[in-house]
């Protein structure tokens, strides 16, 4: 069974341009998840997504964006960049159904910003 | 405000040592305590979780105790090997409210020397 695929591995952008990453989940998950990672702040809760619709968000900026369509595939925007941006986004799918369910993880979109 | 306090940062352990990685939380509201270990370059993977009508799980060289009254939770890495080196990330997780929204521990930088 393929794993979490997340497209790009790596991006670079410069300040003020916006991006699109992408998330697949697992065959039959659900629920997509986005974190942001860095050294100092660790994995934060981005928001997530479950047929097609945002259950729940964390405390980012209305710059972050996300979307998920018919066959679960996740999107995620992030307009007007900023250097602050950089960091490791990391995608995790679920069956879906409630907090208690293990996630599993892609191995992310390493985004820097010049 | 910082739901779950994991400690240390950085753990350096000699091989068949056990490692001891600790998690104290605030909201009795959570119920899932999942354990992620992540090697540089890949996504955090599910080691370990649970719940907190148990005191104790174990699976292999790894072992979550958890004290309920006390609000922590640790993992043991017994007989720790190089292999373990890696970071750990305890997380928490809401009683079912229909949807995904972990917390992540900042992380434990674990060295495993020879």
């Known amino acids: 069974k393929a794993g979490v695929t997340q497209t790009p591995r790596y991006l670079i952008k410069t300040r003020g341009q916006q991006v699109t990453l992408s998330c697949s989940p697992i065959?039959?998950?659900?629920?997509v998840s986005w974190y942001q990672q860095t050294p100092g702040q660790g994995l934060q809760f981005l928001f997530e997504?479950?047929?097609?619709?945002?259950?729940n968000k964390g405390n980012f900026p209305g710059r972050f964006s996300g979307r998920q369509f018919s066959n679960s595939r996740s999107e995620m925007n992030v307009s007007t960049l900023e250097l602050g941006d950089s960091a490791l986004y990391l995608c995790?799918?679920?069956?879906?159904?409630?907090?208690?369910?293990?996630?599993?993880f892609g191995d992310g979109t390493r985004l820097s910003i010049l | 405000q910082q739901q779950v306090k994991q400690s240390p940062q950085s753990l350096i352990v000699q091989k068949g040592g056990i490692s001891i990685i600790n998690c104290a939380y605030e909201?009795?509201?959570?119920?899932?305590f999942p354990w992620y270990q992540q090697f540089p370059g890949k996504g955090p993977a599910l080691l370990i979780a649970?719940?907190?009508?148990?005191s104790e799980k174990k699976e292999g060289r790894f072992t979550i105790s958890f004290n309920k009254s006390a609000k922590q939770f640790s993992l043991h890495i017994m007989d720790s090997q190089p292999g373990d080196s890696a970071t750990y990330f305890c997380?928490?997780?809401?009683?079912?409210?229909?949807?995904?929204?972990?917390?992540f521990g900042i992380g434990t930088k674990l060295q495993v020397i020879p």
């Open positions: 995790a799918s679920s069956l879906g159904g409630g907090g208690n369910q293990p996630q599993h």
């Open positions: 065959s039959g998950h659900r629920s």
């Open positions: 997504y479950f047929s097609e619709t945002q259950r």
């Open positions: 909201n009795t509201a959570f119920d899932y």
């Open positions: 649970i719940r907190p009508d148990v």
């Open positions: 997380a928490v997780s809401p009683r079912s409210g229909g949807y995904q929204k972990v917390t």
